[in-house]
C-alpha cells in the first residue's frame, strides 16, 4: 500500500476517533456497526474496514487493495476476512470489558477495606 495512502487512511481513522466524520466512509454491507474507507490514488484503490461501535475504541478489521477490474464488488475472500476479524473483535472487547468490570470490582473492595 502507497505511504500516501497509509497516511490518508490514518488521517480519516483518527477523525473518526475524535468523533469526526470524513467523506470516505461508507457503511460495510453485512455487519451492523462496520464501516469501510475508501481511498484512490492515480493507480488504484484501497479499503481500510473497521468495527467503531465498541465502548474500548475502534477495530481496523481489514485493509485492502480492491483488485476488481469491473464493477465495485467485493471478493468473497475479503468479505470472509472482515466476518472473521468482526467475530475476534467481539470476543475481544468482551474480555476486555470483563477484565475491566473484575478490576473495578477490586478497587471497590479495597476502598471499603481502607475506610
Do not use: C
Not at 473518526?16 to 454491507?29: D, E, M, R, T, Y
Not at 484503490?45 to 464493477?71: D, P, W
Not at 473483535?89 to 471499603?112: G, M, P, T
Request: proline letters at 1%; aromatic letters at 8%; a positive charge.
Amino acid at each position: 500500500m502507497p505511504e500516501e495512502v497509509i497516511r490518508e487512511f490514518g488521517f480519516v481513522l483518527r477523525a473518526v476517533q475524535n468523533g469526526g466524520q470524513h467523506s470516505s466512509i461508507k457503511v460495510w454491507k453485512g455487519e451492523a456497526g462496520v464501516y469501510e474507507i475508501r481511498i484512490s490514488n492515480s493507480d488504484s484503490t484501497f479499503r481500510t474496514v473497521y468495527l467503531v461501535n465498541l465502548s474500548t475504541g475502534i477495530y481496523v478489521l481489514h485493509a485492502f487493495q480492491k483488485k476488481s477490474s469491473t464493477g465495485i464488488k467485493t471478493s468473497q475472500l475479503d468479505k470472509d476476512m472482515v466476518a472473521a476479524r468482526f467475530s475476534k473483535a467481539k470476543q475481544i472487547h468482551e474480555e476486555l470489558l470483563a477484565e475491566k468490570d473484575k478490576s473495578n470490582e477490586v478497587r471497590k473492595v479495597a476502598k471499603k477495606k481502607g475506610r
